[in-house]
């Protein structure tokens, strides 16, 4: 169990971003791929209603992740959530295990993502179907310190979710309030060969 401790900041051009990245000696590439993310719930949606989140992701490795709210207060310019996740083997059988559950799939999300290390911090340079961001994981001061070696503006700074920017998404009390987001084709089967050819950086 760990509590996850992030900020989002809108950018223009991920690829000069990512340019900074590799002048400096601190940071580390830990992978690039396109990310294919399905989140269940059950048919009555408690997950959302206890304002937990299930998610399988595929890109890089296959994780199963459950984020909950976390027991006590927080910084309001963090978004912090306490995850639980571990490494499976199939996303397929994953997910048909959660399935036979009673769980089904009320959403879907695809980022192409490039993921970086910086000291304690975790860098990912994320491009999703509506926009352009870097999400930076960790502690303050590193994570504020990180942004700013970055060139980040604190004015595009956010704690909210892709789910919550998504400009398709409804208000906080509507029934639509998470839209699925994915990448429209044929533009997602280019994007996903360029990353299988390890071409992700002109994708950003």
């Not at 006590?72 to 994953?94: A, F, I, M, R, Y």
Request: glycine share 6%; hydrophobic share 35%; proline share 5%.
């Amino acid at each position: 169990m760990a509590l996850e401790s992030e900020r989002k900041y809108g950018v223009d051009d991920l690829r000069a971003v990512r340019r900074l990245l590799e002048t400096k000696e601190q940071a580390i590439l830990l992978g690039e791929y396109f990310e294919s993310n399905r989140i269940f719930d059950w048919p009555d949606r408690a997950l959302l209603q206890q304002r937990k989140l299930l998610r399988l992701r595929q890109g890089g490795r296959t994780v199963l992740c459950l984020k909950s709210p976390p027991a006590g207060e927080h910084p309001e310019d963090l978004k912090v959530w306490q995850e639980n996740q571990t490494e499976v083997g199939s996303v397929h059988e994953t997910a048909a295990v959660l399935g036979q559950l009673g769980l089904r799939v009320v959403l879907e999300y695809e980022k192409i993502r490039s993921k970086w290390r910086w000291g304690a911090c975790e860098v990912c340079l994320d491009r999703v179907p509506f926009g352009r961001f870097v999400e930076i994981e960790g502690d303050e001061p590193e994570l504020t310190q990180v942004a700013a070696a970055l060139e980040l503006d604190p004015r595009r700074a956010t704690t909210a979710t892709y789910h919550e920017l998504n400009p398709a998404a409804g208000t906080k009390d509507s029934p639509e309030r998470y839209v699925s987001f994915v990448f429209s084709e044929p533009e997602r089967s280019a994007l996903r060969q360029s990353c299988q050819n390890g071409n992700v950086e002109s994708c950003l």
